[in-house]
């Protein structure tokens, strides 16, 4: 059972490596992003001594430092890879394994993004210098919380594999599902600025653990009671979606056309 | 080893409306349009045989493939491969079977071949001993080493469905299904595929299931073959039983002095010099020949007749 998902993890990895130009490309995006998003907060804070929202700016900028390395890292691949394998009709031979084709692509993003950690390494002193981003006082209720928040983001892009057999087209969905993802995952602006309703649907979705949460433990927003409540709702949410998948997978199955012949 | 019997697959699918509201109405609509791809096939295929499955386009070959493959459930019907129903045992099923398909490829288009064959390995657990011996036998037989390290997108399309026919090998199924393998190959690479599939035949008393336009791959590998059309069976039986059951009659080809040819047809029982002196007797002829009935005119025939 190891070997086949090992086998995956590796392609994922090599895959990551052979577009190493876009991954540099990201990368410099990132950096932008990252630097024009503190000049923005930057001026924003100007002439106030400390938000009502209890954040310094130092500590807002490590935030949004944090928070889009994070969705960087975490934002999966494989809803583009079924996207195209749908289409296409190489799917065929992913179903065709004796693997289930929900672990493949799990293990081909797990390989994807290890690739990408790997790649990006040099880049994330930069990140880090550039977001003025200071040790963490929670190193392990941030690596909890971010591990869980990633297996949730997998979770939902396999959620968005399965429709497209369905759809027969996860292209502009999963255009869509990476912009609303990023958006509530607090990239731009943290949760706690988030007004009224939209906070409170920000606040239920799950994209916030791939950003906010774990950048907010990160930087002392969250700490305490608050860091073991969130795990405990990731580890809900990892439950219900395996559910959702389990049970979504069980009709697709049956939906499945192979195209082209 | 294979059974087949009475196997249907009817495609439903949304109705397409035109128009600007087209894409919308097709969305939320609960018309349906039908299709019966596969419609009532019934073969059985014996362990070690090569069986060519024959037949124009759109008559449900490769429907049947998916289904054998157990990836696509069957509306109605019975299969059977090596004792287990594919579509419910797919794990088993898959671990028998070897497939390629010509217009799609398994190997993984930006990354060097080695790397997709590898992943083969992985995926079907094939202890490292046996792996390399086969990849030996794999690069040996269909000449690899050349493209080994090469990504799969710089490969020619005869490269490409060597390494393809590598992959479905490399786990020693004992069933292959090969889809118009050599669909759009040049005559060396027709010739390599073919060399491969009668080696992996004779070699490992693999059973092949081919699924081709080309009539020269059914010429030089089967000896059986199931003719389809419109998703049914419309013949099943030896190539030469074929020939001279449906046999069109001979044909006598004429040039005449002024360039033109003319062919003329060879009633049974009539005497040939008996035709030959009526054709010259009406035209200069230069030159004459008399032409066998090949397994095309034999198809192009059953074809023909099961139109009308
Ligand atoms: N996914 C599908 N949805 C609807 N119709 C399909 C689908 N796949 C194949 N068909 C139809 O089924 C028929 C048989 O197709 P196919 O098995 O691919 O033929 P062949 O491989 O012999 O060329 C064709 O008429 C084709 O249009
Ligand atoms: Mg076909």
């Known amino acids: 059972m190891i070997r086949p998902l090992a086998g995956m993890a590796r392609v994922g990895m090599r895959f990551q490596f052979a577009y190493r130009s876009d991954v540099i490309m990201s990368v410099v995006a990132l950096v932008a992003q990252v630097f024009l998003l503190r000049m923005v907060w930057t001026s924003l804070y100007s002439g106030r001594e400390s938000d009502p929202r209890g954040l310094t700016l130092e500590a807002l900028l490590a935030y949004l430092s944090l928070a889009n390395l994070q969705a960087f890292v975490t934002t999966p691949i494989i809803p583009m890879i079924a996207h195209f394998r749908i289409r296409t009709g190489t799917v065929f031979f992913d179903l065709s394994r004796p693997t289930g084709y929900l672990p493949q692509m799990a293990a081909f993003q797990a390989g994807h993004t290890a690739g990408g950690l790997l790649m990006l390494a040099p880049a994330i002193p930069v990140v880090l210098l550039v977001g003025t981003i200071t040790p963490t006082e929670h190193p392990i209720g941030y690596a909890a919380t971010l591990a869980l928040g990633y297996v949730i983001s997998v979770m939902m892009s396999l959620l968005i594999c399965v429709i497209g057999f369905w759809t027969l087209e996860t292209g502009a969905i999963s255009l869509l599902y990476r912009l609303v993802s990023h958006f509530f995952a607090g990239t731009m602006v943290p949760l706690s600025f988030f007004p009224g309703a939209l906070g409170v649907l920000a606040d239920a979705l799950p994209f916030k653990y791939m950003g906010y949460v774990p950048a907010a433990v990160y930087v002392g927003q969250l700490s305490g009671g608050q860091i073991g409540r969130a795990v405990a709702v990731e580890i809900g949410w990892i439950a219900a979606l395996a559910g959702v998948l389990w049970a979504i997978w069980r009709r697709a199955h049956h939906k499945v056309v192979i195209q082209g012949g | ?308």
């Not at chain 2, 086969?134 to 469905?161: A, I, K």
């Not at chain 2, 027709?190 to 020269?216: M, P, S, Y």
Request: glycine share 8%; charged share 25%; net charge negative.
């Open chain 2, 1 to 308: 080893m294979i059974r087949v019997e009475s196997l249907t697959k009817v495609f439903r699918r949304p109705h397409t409306f035109s128009g600007p509201l087209g894409p919308l109405r097709t969305l939320l609509t609960r018309r349906y349009d039908e299709r019966t791809a596969v419609d009532g096939v019934s073969f059985e295929i014996s362990a070690g045989e090569i069986v060519g499955y024959l037949g124009p386009n759109g008559a449900g070959k490769s429907t049947t493939v998916k289904m054998l493959t157990g990836i696509l459930t069957p509306t109605s019907g019975l299969i059977e491969v090596d004792g287990r129903v594919p579509w419910r045992d797919r794990e088993a099923n898959a671990r028998a079977v070897g497939v390629v398909f010509g217009q799609r490829s398994q190997l993984w288009w930006d990354l060097p071949l080695i790397d997709s064959l590898r992943l083969v390995g992985d995926l079907y657990d094939v202890p490292a001993a046996r792996f390399a011996g086969s990849l030996r036998r794999m690069c040996d037989l269909l000449g690899l080493d050349d493209f080994l390290q090469t990504p799969v997108r710089q490969l020619s399309l005869g490269q490409r469905m060597r390494g393809d026919l590598a992959a479905a090998m490399l786990y020693d199924p004992p069933i292959l299904y090969l889809d118009e393998p050599t669909v759009g190959l040049d005559v060396m690479a027709k010739q390599a595929v073919r060399e491969f599939i009668a080696e992996t035949n004779r070699l490992g008393r693999t059973t092949v299931v081919l699924t081709t336009h080309d009539l020269a791959d059914v010429e030089a590998l089967c000896e059986r073959i199931i003719l389809i059309d419109k998703g049914r069976v419309l013949y099943d039986g030896g190539i030469d039983d074929l020939v001279t059951a449906y046999a069109p009659p001979r044909r006598l080809v004429v040039e005449l002095a002024d360039d033109e040819t003319r062919t003329f047809e060879i009633a049974a029982g009539r005497p040939i010099p008996e035709l030959i002196a009526q054709v010259a007797a009406e035209h200069p002829i230069r030159d004459l020949s008399i032409r066998e009935p090949d397994l095309e005119g034999v198809i192009t025939r059953i074809y023909a007749e099961s139109e009308r």
